[in-house]
């Protein structure tokens, strides 16, 4: 069966550099998400990306936060300059067609330390 | 107030008991409510979703709306030692943003 996947399983970073999480969605999906979950919190919608632009943002998804999907396949969450409170664990997502009707696939996540 | 609120638990069980979930939600625009379960060191995975009020049945999973008094729940019949995971409502008003509850972590004991 098909499935999302994202790498690195673990990444360790200081405070203040810059961070890129990869995702792999399912090949025939349209649009992807990026969600995060903080140690013992909720999970948290960060963003929506559909046709090569960003559908939907939260409010945490602020300027420090980008993401690109740079060759067709991979599906990129970039953090400028990481914060301590940036330790999360963070999910990407995809899906085929419009959230009322189709599945949202999660991948395992990634989980960011930022020391 | 929270958007989303949900006992987090956890809720111990006997194998074969009726499990009952439950969140309740703030926003009456909120139109699509679904649970997700989550395993340890693993994504979500969508067990059930519901538009608007009623009863939806899968197998051994019910999921219920009731819009007037902002309640949804979720049944386990039968329950399972593979049953135990956390469990999480969300909902949505349309649109991409989904909201989720806290999730309620449920322990089915052998």
């Known amino acids: 069966e098909p499935e999302v996947t994202q790498t690195p399983s673990h990444q360790v970073t200081q405070m203040g550099q810059e961070v890129i999480l990869r995702c792999v969605p399912i090949?025939?999906?349209?649009?992807f998400y990026w969600y995060r979950q903080i140690l013992g919190q909720k999970v948290e919608f960060l963003v929506s990306?559909?046709?090569?632009?960003?559908?939907?943002k939260s409010e945490i998804f602020d300027d420090q936060f980008s993401v690109e999907r740079p060759d067709g396949s991979n599906f990129t969450l970039k953090i400028r300059s990481t914060k301590l409170e940036d330790s999360a664990m963070y999910f990407c997502a995809s899906g085929q067609g419009t959230w009322s009707t189709d599945t949202q696939y999660f991948g395992p996540g990634t989980r960011l330390t930022v020391l | 107030q929270k958007e989303v609120e949900q006992d987090p638990g956890p809720l111990s069980v006997p194998e074969g008991a009726i499990v009952s979930l439950n969140c309740t939600y703030s926003n009456s625009a909120f139109q699509y409510f679904m649970w997700y379960r989550q395993y340890s060191r693993k994504g979500p995975e969508l067990l059930m979703y519901?538009?608007?009020?009623g009863n939806k049945e899968d197998g051994r999973f019910t999921a219920q709306v009731d819009k007037s008094s902002k309640y949804i729940s979720l049944f386990i019949r039968d329950s399972q030692p593979s049953d135990s995971a956390t469990y999480l409502c969300a909902t949505y008003t349309g649109g991409f943003k989904t909201i989720f509850g806290a999730g309620t972590r449920l322990f089915v004991k052998a």
């Open positions: 519901t538009y608007s009020s």
């Open positions: 090949s025939n999906h349209l649009y």
């Open positions: 990306f559909y046709n090569n632009e960003i559908s939907e």
